[in-house]
């Protein structure tokens, strides 16, 4: 890629921005959509455009996101949003600490070094305007190579420094969160599973209520015995589907009688098959029937299942805050595969079919799907390194040369020279994340955010060792591919090799990233469009008008390995092509400002694991660091030059920092701390309503008197606290 | 060594043993020597001869030892000793079942296998008797290799089993020994290391009990904050050596008046260096003086140090187990280096001075003394292998030629021979434990019992690195080091091929050390003629009379790595060369045995750790036994064996059982499962008691008045529980 269709690249991308920007501007200011550009505080009960949103300056929401406060972004979105904030703008300053010395000194080092002749035999031909900006143009064993050597460490130790810094902040706003005066259900309760074979003529739920009574005989309050909910799952979703289905009914007859006749047409449906055959009845009759006849089967299912149907898991309240943490924390049988209790995770991010799941089924489960991951990114691997390779321009004319003709256009040319790999990549990678999500519930995690995180991690390594990896090494493999097949190199040498001449392309799909995915961020012109068509041509019920602008959460999983994914490049090629600083510092800047914007007005978190995410993001910003750090020993090594072993102690001191930091925050993050948990709650916590946030809809009695819960649901402790 | 010398080496040890066992009952009956024979049942107030014991009988100590149940070893030597011979005993059913099987199926196999011409190159010349019953007799490519493959399985999954079998039993051991109905202090009290620096105006006293009445306002009860008693000590030590040497005079001047003059004659003593110069005075009324100097100035330096020289360490006591139990086991401070809390180790076992290391600072020194004991290792590596190849009495000729004469007297060859390189060993081994049991403490850890396990888990490696590996390479090195000069081997070869020829070795090893070892071990000639010195010459008064006879503990820091020594070469050479097996299988036979005389009799246990040195034991035969399986795949591939492979799975079924091992039961071994704390006590727990017990003996005030404990000790918590 020459520097003309680079800068078209750039061009172009910035155009798309501009115009979605103002897109934004003018559809955010229409009452219409509010919906799609003010959900998350429409759902919060605020009025949408408080504080003067409705100007015309495109400008107005970049204002609003740099005024707002951490303690605001908390209020509105929570303590996970305002963690991702603190990452975003963590690598931020380290990206702009970076810049402030490397750029004015690496890149004049570079530009003047004079080279009569081109020694680096693999870039031979390939260099261009912006390669003589790169580390690849100083000669070898030359003495400049000693400014590129201070400044790998200057990376390293600012990533440090402000890493340590962000990870102090991150454990503060953890501990403020879990020690606010309100109370939060999950804080009184913890998950047991493994729980043993109730001795004969017992219930597991009495099982379960003694052993906790007899160790806890002052805090326990009230055990919940997981069951199998299936059947009743599927009354359930079979009678509230019937329910939508009569409002609808009743909107339809509702709205005819507005329009046409006074007295209304009754709509009608067919019975059978998608509606389209069998005997033809008054659907809002023929649904409130089924309702009817629905209800007692479902009072019926959910007795049997509380009665027959329980597990061996259960949840377990306590009336404080202390004792729940400490028992979280606490090995209670002898077997450690019996009786195995951790923190209880939100109700709404439980997931009930994996409570079920035996310990040493777990650890099996959890291997089982490592090796499954690891087959999936080294078959991935072939594919994405076919696609570097074929997809460059010169290559595609090689191997499909009946395309010659409209590739030699050449506005179609430049375009396509700029966009066709990174679109192949950007498409091939979307599809993997709900594959990786599946699995990761799959190991038997019981908690969504959980599941996120694991799914989160696995991508990480997928993008990284695929993309990142896999474009260097296929790129480099195919344009040296004679020269190893004479001396087949080892990977550092490959590396080293490979990234001078592929730092335009990541250049590239950074500046691709930021433009236009932040760009269809902030415009939202996806969800606009779906959700105007939905109102107009399927939605009758305010309920369903919802669900159709339900704005969804930040997606941690996919968004986080974006991210690390641009961490990586911009690291990695930080001090080889400096150029790529400032690109990563865009990256992070919009994307504060556009998410700042999403997280005060668009999304609605699904899950609170108050900061939970930070360690997984820490560790691996530190692996991006690490896999720096080595990659520029190779590339010291290949320029011959003599002091290259002065940077051994980098990759070393890396992990003693990472050791360290795991040593002193990591347990915090991973257990609730009791001094945290011993702060005082604003009242007497309605340990009812707590325990009642637990039951799932399905089980949920709209009668809400006790005696049904009897089973499953064991009942109030009579004894210690309340006495 | 050939075979008569073999012979010769196992007759001899067998007399001595005889010997030593005749002696033992002789003397064992003399009522002068009950002290040294009988001191355990002596110090806990038995009568020493219960049940027959002083019989002419030479057997009547083994009726009683194989008599005896584990509940008496429990009663009269605590659970650690019960869980050592779980350990001995697992061990011999082990080798017995291995014995069973692989003697008469491998002997007779390899005896039989008919050799024309030796092709083994490096044993070419050193087969004799012995190595003919041996592995290395096979053929190669032989198919009698596959009983010799199976027999590889049949050791693995026995000693699987049997390990599985006794993980159990020990941890229902140790569980019934924690929720026994007996208050047992450790019980009730919790260790905090690394407490903040206190805020100002407040002394780590107020701070700790603060903090911990505002997390268990309940259970709490007291603190005792850990002090710098390096100088109250010194003065103590110092008053306790003039107590002690004012009874000595006393009981002189006594017996004195006893022998010669009615009146007796007061004994006098010169006040300067070592008793030799200065001022003549009257013993008893200089000591007298002595301490009526020390006693106000004890006072006073405890007071100091009571309320100046808190340290940032503190035991916390609570009134329930299960609080304690629960509050070792939770996090307590938000940064996870502050407030770390452990579980109390007994009171005669905390190393004081070990309390005030800091978090990263126990780290840093762990590491520090890991590299120096893994230099240890190394350096004490190139004079055993020295050793072993020296001493073997051709080599000896061949390089102290002067020594010729001497050695070709054949008596004295046939000794040297079989006894010269094992003492050498064994005087060898004996300079270390010292050595790494200070490593250990400087640690960092705050227990003795610890410290022991760290102790004895170096001196594993050490002896097995050293002692095994050692003599077998240094010894294969030796012989076929022209060999090596020109093609030098891999590791695993040169076990394989070094293992067979230094068989005869190790059977001697082992013989030496069960006959002699435990001969020396059951006569105890050694206390008993040092005792029989010191009550002679030394001692005067009761106390130094019982200092003289004190029996000391088992010394598991040595014992058990010298156990492991032998179950790893008795492991490794089982399938090699069978004829090992009986002399392991009576190694553990007899020192079952002895040892269990000498628990019932003997020995009194310095600590008890609730069979804490269990996982450590049982992880350490694993590890010998994947050497074993490793060796048997370096083995089999020497013999050309074709179906070597199938021994691939053994090492991985190793890991994946350590895994499961560790992931079911190890947990409750480091903490105290709740379901086991939570059991009744027998009666209210005295907790002024359990108080006193850990306050240490130079800060105890004989006045027994609260007043000055003020200060570091905190007070009785005037809230919840006792109000």
């Given at each position: 890629m020459d520097f003309s269709s680079f800068l078209t690249s750039l061009g172009t991308s910035f155009v798309i921005f501009v115009i979605l920007m103002l897109l934004f501007t003018w559809l955010s200011r229409k009452p219409g959509n509010t919906v799609v550009y003010y959900p998350n505080r429409i759902l919060k009960g605020l009025d949408p455009w408080e504080g003067g949103s409705r100007t015309r300056n495109p400008f107005a929401w970049v204002r609003e996101a740099v005024s707002s406060s951490e303690e605001d972004v908390i209020n509105m979105s929570g303590v996970d949003t305002a963690v991702y904030f603190v990452f975003l703008s963590t690598v931020l300053s380290i990206l702009v600490l970076y810049g402030i010395i490397l750029l004015p000194v690496l890149l004049p080092l570079a530009a003047t070094e004079k080279r009569v002749y081109v020694t680096n035999s693999t870039s031979e031909g390939t260099f261009n305007e912006l390669d003589k900006l790169s580390m690849g143009h100083v000669k070898e064993k030359s003495p400049r190579l000693w400014a590129f050597l201070i400044a790998t460490y200057w990376v390293s130790f600012v990533t440090y420094f402000l890493l340590w810094k962000a990870y102090k902040h991150v454990s503060g706003l953890r501990a403020k969160a879990l020690m606010s005066p309100e109370a939060k259900a999950e804080q009184f309760a913890v998950l047991v599973r493994d729980i043993p074979p109730p001795p004969e003529g017992q219930t597991i739920k009495e099982q379960v209520d003694s052993y906790f009574k007899s160790i806890y005989p002052e805090t326990f309050?009230?055990?919940?015995?997981?069951?199998?909910?299936k059947e009743v799952n599927k009354i359930y979703e079979e009678l509230e589907g019937y329910k939508k289905k009569l409002a609808r009914a009743e909107a339809i007859y509702t709205k005819s009688k507005e329009l046409g006749k006074p007295e209304g047409s009754r709509p009608s449906m067919r019975t059978g098959f998608l509606g389209l055959i069998g005997k033809e009845v008054d659907s809002i009759e023929y649904f409130n029937e089924k309702i009817k006849e629905l209800v007692p089967k479902l009072e019926a299912a959910q007795k049997v299942t509380l009665r027959?149907?329980?597990?061996?898991?259960?949840?377990?309240?306590?009336?404080?805050?202390?004792?729940?943490?400490?028992?979280?924390?606490?090995?209670?049988?002898?077997?450690?595969?019996?009786?195995?209790?951790?923190?209880?995770?939100?109700?709404?991010?439980?997931?009930?079919?994996?409570?079920?799941?035996?310990?040493?089924?777990?650890?099996?489960?959890?291997?089982?799907?490592?090796?499954?991951?690891?087959?999936?990114?080294?078959?991935?691997?072939?594919?994405?390194?076919?696609?570097?390779?074929?997809?460059?321009?010169?290559?595609?004319?090689?191997?499909?040369?009946?395309?010659?003709p409209i590739i030699n256009i050449d506005a179609i040319k430049i375009v396509l020279e700029a966009y066709l790999p990174q679109i192949a990549l950007i498409v091939f990678l979307a599809l993997l994340p709900k594959?990786?999500?599946f699995l990761s519930k799959a190991e038997g995690i019981p908690s969504v955010s959980h599941a996120v995180r694991a799914t989160s991690g696995k991508y990480f390594y997928f993008t990284v060792l695929n993309v990142f990896l896999g474009v260097t090494i296929g790129g480099t493999l195919f344009r040296t591919f004679k020269k190893i097949q004479k001396d087949p190199n080892s990977l550092v040498d490959l590396l080293g090799n490979g990234l001078p001449g592929n730092a335009t392309f990541f250049l590239t799909f950074v500046a691709l990233k930021f433009f236009v995915g932040y760009g269809l961020e902030l415009s939202r012109l996806v969800p606009l469009i779906i959700y105007h068509l939905k109102r107009k041509y399927l939605c009758k019920t305010e309920a369903e008008l919802k669900e159709a602008w339900a704005p969804g959460d930040f997606g941690y999983a996919t968004r986080v390995p974006g991210d690390m994914l641009i961490i990586t490049i911009v690291l990695c090629y930080s001090v080889i092509a400096p150029l790529i600083i400032p690109f990563g510092v865009v990256y992070f800047g919009l994307g504060w400002l556009v998410l700042r914007n999403q997280a005060l007005k668009v999304f609605v978190p699904s899950f609170e694991s108050y900061g939970k995410m930070w360690p997984h993001m820490h560790t691996r910003i530190l692996a991006s660091l690490l896999l720096f750090q080595i990659t520029m020993l190779g590339f010291f090594g290949l320029k011959k030059f003599y002091y290259t072993p002065f940077l051994i102690p980098l990759p070393i001191i890396s992990l003693i920092f990472v050791y360290v930091c795991w040593k002193k925050f990591y347990r915090s993050f991973h257990n609730t701390p009791l001094e945290v948990a011993c702060h005082e709650l604003k009242e007497v916590p309605n340990m009812e309503q707590i325990f009642r946030s637990f039951i799932p809809p399905s089980l949920n009695s709209e009668k809400a008197d006790d005696e049904q819960f009897e089973d499953a649901l064991s009942q109030v402790s009579r004894m210690g606290s309340f006495a």
């Open positions: 309050y009230r055990s919940m015995v997981v069951t199998n909910n027959e149907k329980q597990l061996r898991s259960a949840l377990i309240f306590f009336n404080s805050r202390v004792a729940a943490a400490s028992a979280s924390q606490s090995l209670h049988a002898q077997m450690v595969d019996k009786w195995t209790v951790t923190e209880a995770p939100e109700p709404r991010q439980l997931l009930w079919s994996n409570l079920k799941v035996k310990f040493f089924e777990r650890v099996i489960r959890q291997y089982v799907i490592y090796i499954i991951v690891a087959l999936t990114i080294l078959f991935y691997m072939i594919p994405i390194g076919l696609i570097s390779a074929l997809t460059t321009l010169d290559n595609l004319k090689k191997f499909l040369p009946f395309l010659k594959l990786l999500l």
